[in-house]
């Protein structure tokens, strides 16, 4: 086939999400459509029962196309528009996730001029300062995010004067790609006081949802295939304080999809710098852009492994902007022109951010079941131990 492309290994799709409900049997979880949005990948999220969380209009008819119902769809973002509102009332979804008080008049208003009643949870910024990297965290006061502790209350006034929306829920979101699970005890607690606040005052929630967040091992993708989820609700189990009439959501993008994809290149150049020599790869920031974007880090192996000596490379791509680089000093195999290799863990906001800059052609997609241990592991473990 040819590349860059997109696999996506569809068996160990299905086991995470197996895993996750099994871990996660009373809470409701919706995937956060917006880290893969591939239809096949949906398709079977749907299947599991799984609600969505949709951040645009689009994504919600795409969830629709994909079977999610509308009555587990919820749709998040700042900057809904106008028209993104009407899709989401026509389509009945179960509720909106608010981040101003002006959205909630302009909710109001959609929903008067269309004659529909709706339901909205307000998204509130608990300032927490997650230990991720500074453009994937969304919980802290100076982010764009959510509506402020202390706005809450000027917030519930103004839902009880809008006759077309009804306050179900709390919504909290603290970033992404969270492997210290300190953050999300920071979280419950911070929870468990908002809410009490707020019911204290005699206000009734129905939901409490807690977003997504929860990382995954870029760096032992084959160790760790499946994410620990039973230790990341163990955390909500213990310390977020919750009554039966409240249900609990969570959701979950990266966790559920981020180590099911693999981006496959092909070296076109082996270059030697000054100091350095350079494996020029035919996949770029156009087909992943994490690595230029948030300095992520995919492990990178040999698709066949001839067991060559270790050699040391920058792994770069053909765009025309410094940053078009997946890794620096990297310790891999003897590379040569032809070489396959695998960008690990790109299930989750790879090909989603896929664009055509330079005029480049889209990466294929490719679909495989078979099951994980098919698949070789010497030559990453050289890797690992570099
Ligand atoms: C992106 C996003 C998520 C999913 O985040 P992950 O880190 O992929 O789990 C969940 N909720 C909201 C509001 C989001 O914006």
């Known amino acids: 086939m040819k590349t860059p492309y997109y696999s996506?290994?569809?068996?160990?799709?299905?086991?995470?999400?197996?895993?996750?409900?099994?871990e996660a049997k009373n809470y409701k979880i919706h995937y956060a459509?917006?880290?893969?949005n591939d239809i096949q990948i949906n398709k079977i999220i749907a299947k599991f029962g799984l609600g969505a969380d949709c951040v645009s209009g689009n994504e919600i008819l795409h969830a629709?196309?994909?079977?999610?119902?509308?009555?587990?769809?919820?749709?998040?973002?700042?900057?809904k528009s106008d028209e993104e509102i009407e899709i989401a009332l026509n389509n009945n979804i179960a509720c909106f996730n608010v981040e101003s008080l002006q959205e909630l008049k302009v909710i109001n208003y959609v929903a008067k001029r269309l004659n529909k009643k709706t339901s909205v949870a307000l998204r509130i910024n608990p300032n927490i300062n997650v230990d991720t990297h500074q453009y994937i965290k969304t919980g802290i006061n100076e982010n764009k995010f959510g509506i402020s502790f202390n706005q809450i209350l000027k917030a519930i006034e103004i839902i009880d004067s809008c006759h077309f929306i009804s306050l179900t829920g709390l919504h909290f979101h603290i970033g992404s790609q969270i492997t210290n699970l300190r953050n999300f005890e920071y979280l419950a607690k911070k929870v468990n006081f908002i809410l009490n606040y707020i019911e204290e005052k005699g206000i009734k929630i129905k939901h409490i949802n807690?977003?997504?967040?929860?990382?995954?091992?870029?760096?032992?993708?084959?160790?760790?295939?499946?994410?620990n989820f039973k230790k990341y609700f163990n955390v909500f189990k213990k310390h977020l304080t919750t009554k039966p009439y409240h249900t609990v959501h969570f959701e979950l993008g990266r966790s559920i999809v981020g180590q099911c994809g693999d981006l496959i290149t092909?070296?076109?150049?082996?270059?030697?710098?000054?100091?350095?020599?350079?494996?020029i790869v035919d996949a770029g920031m156009t087909?992943?852009?994490r690595p230029a974007l948030y300095q992520a880090k995919h492990l990178v192996v040999k698709c066949k492994t001839e067991f060559n000596e270790i050699e040391k490379y920058d792994i770069v791509g053909p765009i025309c902007e410094s940053s078009d680089k997946f890794?620096?000093?990297?310790?891999?195999e003897k590379l040569k022109r032809?070489?396959?290799?695998?960008?690990?863990?790109?299930?989750?906001y790879g090909q989603v951010m896929v664009s055509e800059y330079n005029l480049r052609t889209k990466p294929g997609v490719f679909y495989h079941g078979e099951k994980l241990h098919f698949e070789t592991r010497n030559s990453t473990k050289k890797l690992i131990l570099n």
Do not use: H
Not at 8 to 22: A, K, V
Not at 210 to 227: A, C, H, K, T, V
Not at 338 to 347: A, F, H, P, T, Y
């Open 64 to 79: 629709l196309k994909c079977g999610f119902s509308n009555n587990k769809i919820v749709f998040a973002g700042i900057g």
């Open 210 to 227: 807690l977003g997504g967040g929860l990382g995954i091992d870029y760096d032992s993708p084959y160790e760790n295939s499946i994410p």
């Open 327 to 332: 890794i620096s000093n990297y310790s891999i």
């Open 33 to 36: 459509i917006k880290a893969n």
């Open 266 to 279: 092909t070296v076109l150049y082996i270059k030697k710098g000054i100091s350095k020599k350079f494996a």
């Open 287 to 289: 087909d992943l852009i």
């Open 8 to 22: 996506y290994n569809l068996n160990l799709l299905e086991r995470t999400l197996q895993d996750l409900i099994f």
């Open 338 to 348: 032809g070489d396959q290799l695998k960008i690990k863990s790109v299930g989750a």
